[in-house]
Every structure is written in C-alpha cells, then in structure tokens.
C-alpha cells in the first residue's frame, strides 16, 4: 500500500517508520526546513520538503497513486485541507487526520473523515493543569466501533515498573500494543519489562479506563 503521511512530527515520524517497518511504501512529507534536515537521514529516500496543502507537492508526493493520506501536522486548517483535496479530487478513500483543537472536529466529521483526536504534546500539556493525577492520554476514540487507544506514560512511582507485561496482564478487552522507550517503538511479548518514563500504549474497551489507570498508574 502507498500511504503519503503530512506533517514529521513525533506521530508523524512514528508513523512513517512503522508503516516502512511493515512492508509499506510511504511518503512523509514536511514544510520545516530544519525538521525536514533532521528527519532526512532517518528516512532517507521517504521524506519530501515542501508544504502538504498545497497541490504541487501532493503530486509531486505521487498523490494519483496513494491508497491513503494521513494528515498529522500541527494546523487545523492544513489538515482538513489535505483531507479533502484527497478525498474530493483524488477520490482517496482511506484519509486519517489529527485534530489539534477538539472545537474544530466538526469541521473534520462534516467531511466524513476518522480524526485522531489530539496531538500527543498538546494533550499533555492539557492534561498537566486539568488532571495531573492522571498519566494518562487519549490518542484515538472510535466512537462507533467502542473502542479507543490511550497513551500512559509510566512515573517512578507506577506499580508496574520493574514487571514483565506477562506479570502485570491487563483487563480483559484490553491490549497493550506497543511501548514508546527512548524515542523508539517497541511491540512487546510476554516477558517485556516495563521501565520508568515509557510510554505505553493501550487499545481497549472505553468501559475499561478506570480498571487499567489502577493497573498502570500511581493513584
């Protein structure tokens, strides 16, 4: 599958990586020139400079060709623009979008498209005046499929540090899919042991935050 990914961010970085990792051919394109310098070797041939909305450089990206358009930049309105050129000229079916400022995701539902709810960092930042109890990030909510996957990030005091995921388990109609350590993805087996300062990311039933925020974090 050809996927053209908007915007070398930490998710859009970690997309593209994972989706290389995978077997896919994707293109990671980004507007910064300092960003782009630094992501160029790490990617390689996968990044393209230039700015995603506009439609030169989606075609130069191969556009005419993608299966699928992931918009993660930092701008709204950038965003929803790349999603309906791929969508209303170029007919891309698959289109995903991150929404960095929750008011404006009806602009992103009036287009028919799934939107990643936030950007990690903005989140973060939020949640450490609203809820700084809470380690805990909501990346994607399904609403209609009834599931949903958060972002734990693991302080000194969590009580799983130092445990194996096998050790620890988790709720049923949960699964921790991946753990973010050092900047780097890892997919995790039975016998991964958790450390202070991971990212863990969890997909799961929304009914069972509450259980897994015991299990992960320090109250």
């Known amino acids: 599958m050809y ?11 970690n997309l593209t990586r994972e989706l290389l990792g995978q077997g896919h051919e994707v293109t990671l394109i980004e507007n910064r020139r300092q960003r782009y310098l630094g992501v160029e070797q790490l990617l390689e041939h996968n990044i393209l400079y230039g700015d995603a909305s506009e439609l030169w450089v989606l075609e130069r990206a191969g556009i005419e060709r993608a299966e699928m358009v992931i918009a993660v930049t930092g701008d709204d309105e950038d965003n929803i623009l790349i999603c309906q050129v791929a969508k209303e000229k170029y007919g891309i079916g ?22 990643v709810v936030s950007a990690t960092e903005l989140i973060l930042r939020l949640l450490e005046h609203e809820v700084p109890h809470h380690n805990l990030v909501h990346l994607l909510d399904l609403e209609e499929e009834e599931i949903e996957i958060i972002e734990i990030r693991l302080g000194s005091k969590s009580p799983v540090v130092g445990r194996s995921v096998g050790e620890v388990g988790t709720p049923d109609n949960s699964l921790v899919i991946a753990i973010i350590r050092e900047g780097r993805g890892v997919v995790p087996n039975a016998s991964t042991v958790f450390e202070e300062g991971d990212d863990i990311l969890v997909v799961l039933d929304p009914e069972r935050e509450e259980e897994l925020k015991q299990i992960f974090t320090d109250g």
């Not at 996927?3 to 970085?13: L, N, Q, T, Y």
């Open 94 to 115: 698959r289109i995903i979008a991150r929404v960095n400022n929750p008011s404006n995701r009806a602009h992103f539902d009036l287009l028919g498209i799934k939107p």
């Open 3 to 13: 996927v053209i990914v908007a915007g070398a961010g930490k998710v859009g970085v």
